[in-house]
T-cell receptor, first 110, second 113 residues
């Protein structure tokens, strides 16, 4: 069974203090690893898909990286508007099902 | 703008009173999903459709059912809601191409009294 474990559960940063969120996964092959952002009371919003080990993607202050066992979401010089829960998810080849982790709740303090 | 719409945004029902949540999409995606998400938990997949093919997760209670009458619409029926069914219900779609990502609706917050 596919599993996704995210750490830490919660992270509090000062504005400008860079850090990384971790997503460890086990899946029977990997069709894609996804990162989403979820604001309170809203549906998740897509950030990135990573397909193979060594791949990296960037968007503004966020950079996602992938190895064979884990993915990192690096946040550089975060701002208060980056405060949200960040969800990681994996999808196995040939399946439409996506398995989510419980997320990391990020709070960025001005 | 192409999007995923869920109605209602907030639903209050009584213990045991059937409720139906709806989802519509203008993305013309062939896959639609229903998730249940409780506070501080991962979204839990209840069902998904690949076109008209229905896929039920093994641990989805029989109390939950779904219908997809056409490509654009999907419904979640909760036959006899219990207190434990209070949650956010998320609809999502995905299609061919792109980054295989899912597009989520804003969710329906269900309260059971």
């Amino acid at each position: 069974e596919d599993q996704v474990t995210q750490s830490p559960e919660a992270l509090r940063l000062q504005e400008g203090e860079s850090s990384s969120l971790n997503c460890s996964y086990t899946v029977s092959g990997l069709r894609g690893l996804f990162w989403y952002r979820q604001d309170p009371g809203k549906g998740p919003e897509f950030l990135f898909t990573l397909y193979s080990a060594g791949e990296e993607k960037e968007k503004e202050r966020l950079k996602a990286t992938l190895t064979k066992k884990e993915s990192f979401l690096h946040i550089t010089a975060p701002k208060p508007e980056d405060s949200a829960t960040y969800l990681c998810a994996v999808q196995a080849p040939g399946y439409q099902k996506v398995t989510f982790g419980t997320g990391t709740k990020l709070q960025v303090i001005p | 703008d192409a999007m995923v719409i869920q109605n209602p945004r907030y639903q209050v029902t009584q213990f045991g009173k059937p409720v139906t949540l709806s989802c519509s999409q203008t993305l013309n995606h062939n896959v639609m999903y229903w998730y249940q998400q409780k506070s501080s938990q991962a979204p839990k997949l209840l069902f998904h459709y690949y076109d008209k093919d229905f896929n039920n997760e093994a641990d989805t209670p029989d109390n939950f059912q779904s219908r997809r009458p056409n490509t654009s619409f999907c419904f979640l029926d909760i036959r006899s809601p219990g207190l434990g069914d209070a949650a956010m219900y998320l609809c999502a779609t995905s299609g061919q191409g792109g980054d295989n990502e899912q597009f989520f609706g804003p969710g329906t917050r269900l309260t059971v009294l």
